[in-house]
């Protein structure tokens, strides 16, 4: 197979909406088809300009991504990620492969995605290389944190596993209907009485001037509490720059961020949050993160943020029917907060490392 790898053209102007290009259109139908191989159809879809949206670089995240081209056809990619204020020695790589490809053909394909997504990370001064791929609830390589798996000989695996790299964690993907969720209003009322110490306070969009420091203090708690496994990411310090970079590169293509803060009465403190990702086509929407700091734990607040995004997103987007969700398989109070959500798992991801790549 005659594979030709390279960088990709430079993206059109923000808000361009002149033709974008042969290329961009062939890789966004990629995206397409192996979003929906991995997920089914529909749960993860995106128009163009969301898609491109993915793939602008800002200042705080450097995103390089090179084609795949058989002949006329795009048939896989890799993206390498390089954060550029925190977790400086570390890039995330991730190689995408057309799924009608033969499995022999796919094979080939990710050994080559794979050594050049290497490559580059090294070239961009990265010692440490996390690679995400498909993963499995159980398998013959288990994650470091002995829950979830992956299968070694997958065609996405065999070239991580044949450089060193370590299962780190599995990620499960888990899927809300909300029409089969007939009793939101009681639980949501519920929730609100358990926790009237708080109170919640919601926005569209990027955060309002009150909230911005207490949103700050939440994302850096994230980036802390979130279970990361033997992963290489450091501790994030969060200005009012890079809350206002993360917001507008969420909305992107036109895409929405809807946010729901629970803020203690007494104090005004927030104590934590749960933001959903509106996109602007199909009938799923996409759970960013949701955080409840550990002072405020106790109070059914992850629970109750969750169940009040679900309400909202009923009434404001009735065409948004589901949602999905990423979680890490170890982190089991989220992951029953979830279930009790109604969330189901559909499919898992693995995350793998490798240090001293140079």
């Known amino acids: 197979m005659q594979i030709d790898i390279r960088p990709a053209a430079p993206l059109p102007d923000d808000g361009d909406a002149a033709a974008p290009g042969d290329e961009l259109r062939l890789a966004y139908e990629l995206n397409e088809r192996a979003n929906a191989a991995r997920f089914g159809e529909g749960i ?19 995103i390089d991504v090179l084609y795949a081209w058989l002949g006329a056809r795009i048939v896989g990619d890799v993206t390498i990620y390089a954060n550029l204020i925190d977790s400086t020695e570390v890039a995330d790589v991730g190689i995408q ?19 050049r997504g290497i490559d580059e990370a090294i070239a961009l001064g990265r010692s440490t290389i996390v690679a995400s791929t498909v993963g499995a609830r159980t398998g013959p390589v288990t994650a ?17 596993v044949a450089r060193g790299f370590e299962l780190e964690q599995v990620y499960r993907v888990s899927v809300a209907d909300l029409a089969r969720l007939s009793d939101l209003d009681a639980r ?96 799923v929407a996409r759970q960013h993160d949701t955080l409840v700091t550990q002072p405020h734990r106790g109070h059914g607040l992850g629970m109750l943020l969750k169940l009040d995004n679900m309400l909202r997103l009923r009434e404001l987007r ?40 140079r």
């Not at 070694?152 to 991580?160: I, S």
């Not at 969700?325 to 109604?342: K, Q």
């Open 44 to 62: 993860y879809v995106n128009t163009l300009p969301e898609f491109t949206a993915l793939l602008r670089s800002d200042e705080t995240e450097r």
């Open 97 to 115: 492969l057309d799924p009608t490809l033969p499995h022999g053909e796919r094979t080939e394909l990710a050994e080559a995605l794979v050594a």
């Open 144 to 160: 470091r944190t002995g829950h979830g798996a992956a299968n070694p000989t997958h065609p996405e695996v065999a070239p991580l």
């Open 188 to 283: 949501h009322a519920a929730g609100l009485e358990r926790a009237s110490g708080y109170e919640l306070v919601r926005w569209i969009g990027e955060t309002p001037a009150e909230h911005r420091e207490g949103m700050r203090m939440l994302h850096e708690r994230m980036s802390v509490d979130a279970p990361v496994a033997g992963l290489a990411w450091e501790p994030e310090s969060w200005d009012d720059a890079r809350l206002t970079a993360f917001e507008q590169g969420k909305q992107g293509g036109g895409r929405s961020l809807m946010t729901v803060a629970a803020r203690k009465r007494s104090t005004g403190e927030l104590a934590g949050f749960s933001t959903l990702i509106l996109p602007t086509t199909g009938d």
């Open 318 to 357: 009735p065409e948004l029917t589901r949602i999905v969700t990423w979680n890490a398989e170890e982190n089991r109070p989220m992951l029953a907060v979830n279930e009790r959500c109604g969330f189901e798992p559909i499919a898992y991801e693995a995350q793998w490392q490798r240090k001293d790549a």
